[in-house]
T-cell receptor
Framework: NAGVTQTPKFRVLKTGQSMTLLCAQD?????MYWYRQDPGMGLRLIHY???????AKGEVPDGYNVSRLKKQNFLLGLESAAPSQTSVYFC????????????FGPGTRLTVT | RKEVEQDPGPFNVPEGATVAFNCTYS??????FFWYRQDCRKEPKLLMS???SGNEDGRFTAQLNRASQYISLLIRDSKLSDSATYLC????????????FGAGTRLFVKA
């Protein structure tokens, strides 16, 4: 089992460019999440999904869009990148929405110049 | 007041020491609680779930105090390999789902 994988691992964007981060899990989890982690702050939830075809906003959704077309994949899109979106992005999945642990991917380091 | 607050750290302790971290949360209706460990430039990994009855796993003990709204993590006989950042996580399911991570407490264990 690969667990949770993320693509790419690193990326540098210019302001205004767009990109998509891909998250894949092979644990058959219903629930998937996208977080960002900034220095001195806890992970903050961007969007999450409770199943294929469904998404919901988290704490900091502005500037991001997501899609969950297949159960095993959760995509995070930045339509017009801004320097404030420079961060480390983590994807996670879980068996239950709140009661069980989340399994995290290795992260994507994104720099927007 | 932040929704989840942790000891600021860093904690610098010698090998073999006992160290305790606390984490307070603001929503009394919070449903589940966890401690995660995060190594430098790595993803968080679950260390322990936290139950009302307490939870012990080897050198690690986690406790929940709902009345005072805090969770704690005790590490006994610290090892060099315990050096990491410890994150507390609080989940809420009232009026929607919310998962809140503390900012983390950095632990350095020295020989």
């Amino acid at each position: 089992n690969a667990g949770v994988t993320q693509t790419p691992k690193f990326r540098v964007l210019k302001t205004g460019q767009s990109m998509t981060l891909l998250c894949a899990q092979d644990m058959n989890h219903e629930y998937m999440y996208w977080y960002r982690q900034d220095p001195g702050m806890g992970l903050r939830l961007i969007h999450y999904s409770v199943g294929e075809g469904t998404t919901a906003k988290g704490e900091v959704p502005d500037g991001y869009n997501v899609s969950r077309l297949k159960k095993q994949n959760f995509l995070l899109g930045l339509e017009s990148a801004a320097p404030s979106q420079t961060s480390v992005y983590f994807c996670a999945s879980s068996y239950s929405l709140a009661l069980y642990e989340q399994y995290f991917g290795p992260g994507t380091r994104l720099t927007v110049t | 007041r932040k929704e989840v607050e942790q000891d600021p750290g860093p904690f610098n302790v010698p090998e073999g020491a006992t160290v305790a971290f606390n984490c307070t949360y603001s929503n009394s209706a919070s449903q589940s609680f966890f401690w995660y460990r995060q190594d430098c430039r790595k993803e968080p990994k679950l260390l322990m779930s936290v139950y009302s009855s307490g939870n012990e796993d080897g050198r690690f003990t986690a406790q929940l105090n709902r009345a005072s709204q805090y969770i704690s993590l005790l590490i006994r006989d610290s090892k060099l390999s315990d050096s990491a950042t410890y994150l507390c996580v609080v989940n809420e399911r009232t009026g929607g789902f919310k998962t809140i991570f503390g900012a983390g407490t950095r632990l350095f264990v020295k020989a």
